[in-house]
């Protein structure tokens, strides 16, 4: 993920509701992940001990300390596969949706804590940078998850939901969007450019959400 909202890193409530919302978003994330894979059928999650909230089972160390100190990484890992799932098709198309959409959730949980802290907030500016970054990057972590560019969940539910000769050609040129996705991730870490595609991809429906949890 990207570090948005480079300002803001002067402040210690920014940075600190960053790296808190990193840690609850990756872990509900990939948890998502695991458990539904194990509703439909999959029990590697639960042997492997990845049914469970403790960040550690989940976090992908070497991904983390990159966001960290670049503001991108692969945050965490969840090795399910759709051959395990009793329904391989929408088994692991509604494990892999499970992700990004409980990203919305715990954003929409931190969205309700906001507007009810809200009056604390206006007399706090580093509590109100904290939690709107609970809330906004969990937000992104949605929006950011469902881009169709491999290795991204969005990419792999388009592949699943195809017909299987359009998700055999989806599935041939898995490698081109990977390389768009590199490639847009790349050209957002220069802000000397004159745009930067994936910001303006992300920074709409970013926004539209962000009104309607937060104002």
Known sequence: ??????????????????????????????????YVAYLMG????????????????HIYLPGFIMFVLIGFGILGLAPISAKRMRNPRWGYFAAVAAGPISNLLVAI????????????????????????????????????????????DGWHLVFTALPYEQARW????????????????????????PFDPLGLIIREPLDVIMRILIG
């Not at 300002?7 to 960053?18: F, K, S």
């Not at 907030?121 to 992104?140: E, P």
């Not at 490698?175 to 790349?186: E, K």
């Open 42 to 57: 999959d029990t590697t999650p639960k042997r492997d001990g990845r049914l469970t909230l403790d960040p550690r089972k």
């Open 109 to 152: 949980i931190f969205g309700i804590i906001f507007r009810i802290l809200e009056p604390t907030l206006a007399s706090n500016f580093n509590l109100f940078l904290f939690m709107w970054a609970l809330v906004s990057f969990n937000v992104l972590l949605f929006i950011f998850n469902l881009l169709p560019l491999f290795p991204l």
């Open 1 to 34: 993920m990207l570090l948005f909202g480079g300002d803001l890193l002067r402040y210690p409530g920014y940075i600190l509701g960053v790296l808190v919302a990193v840690l609850i978003g990756m872990t509900v994330h990939e948890f998502a992940h695991n």
């Open 170 to 193: 989806w599935q041939q040129n898995a490698m081109i969007t990977q390389y768009i996705f590199l490639g847009l991730i790349l050209i957002s870490f220069f802000p000397f450019l």
